[in-house]
Each structure stands twice: as structure tokens, then as C-alpha cells.
């Protein structure tokens, strides 16, 4: 894990600014000097986060491209299977071209029945990862995923699962949001603490009385939190900024990026 500093600004406007152990100060006297050196900083630590986000764009891109050609030839097939119902005068070779497109949407439906396991399963091992909050929300989604992981469940109920998950995430994703919840500490002690969201990549905490406060990122399995009160201070000061409390700022904060995501 490597530790930077991220700064932040409301109005869902933010930066993170990555300082490392022995880096010189811009002399404060030199504003343009100060700005500079703000700015590169700044274009640093969002080539981090690029990297760091990487494989949920790639992930979520390719998983779309597949339930949107999917989507476009059951329509098609089922459109061909209606049309074949509704004109039992067709000639013979009408009849025989329409059966041969429903024995087409079989063999299509028989091989997306195979690879639906496999997208439920990256789906669901993705969402082991997410934030409490995240889950809560996407719990009735991912209980119907569950429940129609049987092979003989139609292909539509499965996909409407897949999809509604991977919506939610998605915005969750591109926002930054304030929850209260209950958190455990270093896998240990649990606190009910305020959490500030910068998507899926970082988090930051604190409780009521600004006594205990850190930081948290995704973690194997679930999310993992870490104490460090002398952030309390700042990370309340984010949060009323993001609440609308007080004006927007510059607010440093440590940015922990995992170098093996």
C-alpha cells in the first residue's frame, strides 16, 4: 500500500494531493510556485486512481457489450417464433425457414444458459467487495440473482438481476457519498461512525465526537478500516462541505492505493 495525500473539494468537485516522506515544501512565499507544484501533484494522483479503476471500467464494458448483444438476438428470435404462431397459413417453406430460427434461438439460449453461470458468478464475487451501504441497496437484486441461479430459470429474469447490480454499482462508483454506519476497526473493535465515499477507490471516517477517525478501502473480501484520529478534524470538515454545511476547500487527506488492483 502506498500512502498519499488526496485533497478535496465539494460540489463533487475533488483532487487528491500525494505528499511522500521527505518531500521539500514549495516555499509558501512563491503563490505561483505553490500552485505549480499543487498542480502536478495533482495530475500524478489521478494517474493512480486511473490505474485503480482500470479493471472495473474493463470489467463492466465487456459485461455490457455481452447482455446487449444478448438482448438483441432474443428479441429477434422471439419476434421470428410470434411471427410463426400468428401465420399457421404459411407456406411450407416459410414454415420451414421459421423452424429453423426457433431451433436457432434454442441453440443461442442453450449457450447463453452456459455462460450465465459464469457472469453471475463474476458478478457476485464483485459484490463481496462493495461498501455496506452499496450492498444494502443492491441486497433485493442480488437475492433474486440467487434465486434464479437454477439452469432451468428463464435467461430474461437472470439478466434483469445482473443488470439492475451493475447499474447501482456504476453510480455508486462515479459519486461521492456520506453514510452512517457501523464499521470494525483493524477487524477488531466496531464503532458507529459517519463515512465519506470517494467512490469505490477510498473512504474516510469519523465518529460523533470526532474521538476516533481513519481511513478505509476495498479489501479481498470486504472492506477494510484503519484508525488514525488525527484525521478526525479534517475528515469532518469533508463532510460538511459535501453536506453543504460549509464552504468548498482544500482539505488534504492520506490516499492509500493497493499497487497490486
Known amino acids: 500500500m502506498r500512502i498519499k495525500y488526496l485533497t478535496f473539494l465539494a460540489a463533487c ?9 521527505g518531500q521539500a515544501l514549495v516555499d509558501e512565499s512563491s503563490p505561483g510556485a505553490e500552485l505549480k507544484s ?9 494517474r493512480q486512481l486511473a490505474r485503480a479503476q482500470s479493471r472495473w471500467r474493463t470489467e463492466k464494458a465487456t459485461l455490457e457489450f455481452d447482455l446487449s448483444r444478448m438482448r438483441e438476438e432474443l428479441k429477434y428470435f422471439k419476434d421470428s417464433i410470434e ?7 404459411a407456406s411450407l417453406n416459410e414454415r420451414d425457414t421459421l423452424l429453423e430460427q426457433k431451433q436457432g434461438l434454442e441453440r443461442f439460449e442453450r449457450i447463453w444458459l452456459e455462460r450465465l453461470p459464469i457472469l453471475e458468478k463474476r458478478v457476485l464475487e464483485l459484490s463481496q467487495r462493495l461498501p455496506d451501504p452499496l450492498k444494502r441497496k443492491i441486497s433485493p437484486a442480488l437475492k433474486r ?11 430474461n429474469s437472470r439478466l434483469q438481476a445482473i443488470v439492475a447490480i451493475l447499474g447501482e454499482t456504476d453510480q455508486f462508483h462515479h459519486s461521492v457519498q456520506i453514510h452512517d454506519q457501523i464499521i470494525s476497526i483493524n477487524g477488531a473493535e466496531e464503532i458507529q461512525v459517519k463515512v465519506i465515499y470517494i467512490g469505490l477507490t477510498q473512504a474516510y471516517f469519523v465518529n460523533e465526537k470526532g ?3 481513519g481511513t478505509g478501502q476495498p479489501g479481498a473480501t470486504e472492506w477494510e478500516w484503519s484508525s488514525q484520529p488525527k484525521l478526525a478534524d479534517r475528515v469532518q470538515k469533508m463532510i460538511r462541505i ?18 497490486n488492483e
Not at 411471427?83 to 397459413?89: A, G, H, P, Q
Open 13 to 21: 468537485v475533488w483532487a487528491f494531493i500525494p505528499l511522500t516522506q
Open 38 to 46: 499543487v498542480i502536478s501533484e495533482w495530475v500524478e494522483t489521478q
Open 83 to 89: 411471427s410463426m404462431k400468428s401465420n399457421e397459413s
Open 145 to 155: 440473482l440467487q434465486g434464479v441461479r437454477d439452469p432451468n430459470s428463464g435467461i
Open 211 to 213: 474521538e476516533q477517525a
Open 242 to 259: 459535501q453536506s453543504g454545511e460549509s464552504a468548498p476547500a482544500w482539505v488534504s487527506m492520506p490516499l492509500e492505493l493497493n499497487q
